[in-house]
């Protein structure tokens, strides 16, 4: 089953535009069963990290080239104009 976590560091005191420009790999064996989900915390060294939004999606929806992709709170509603603007590529899917 396919079930990967990753990471990117967090940006010290810039909740408003952060940017990380980092890169994410993921080895995927089972594409038609794969979601991926984004997830922004708000860091916090002295206490456990706050969930600020998120967006799950299925693979088989997304599409390479620049996205913006739009936070949800726990309950599912939107958070304008919260997002993350992201590059997608796929490789190897046939």
């Keep these: 089953m396919d079930q990967a976590k990753q990471e990117t560091r967090y940006i010290e005191n810039n909740g408003f535009n952060p940017v990380w420009y980092d890169t994410l790999r993921f080895t995927i064996h089972t594409p038609e069963l794969a979601m991926v989900r984004f997830v922004v915390e708000d860091y916090d060294k002295t206490s456990k990290n ?9 693979l088989s929806c997304m599409q390479q080239g620049y996205r ?24 190897g899917l046939e």
């Design 50 to 58: 706050d969930f600020v939004g998120q967006y799950t999606l299925p």
């Design 68 to 91: 913006h992709i739009h936070l949800l709170s726990k309950d599912g509603t939107s958070i304008p104009p919260s997002s993350l603007f992201v590059h997608i590529r796929i490789t």
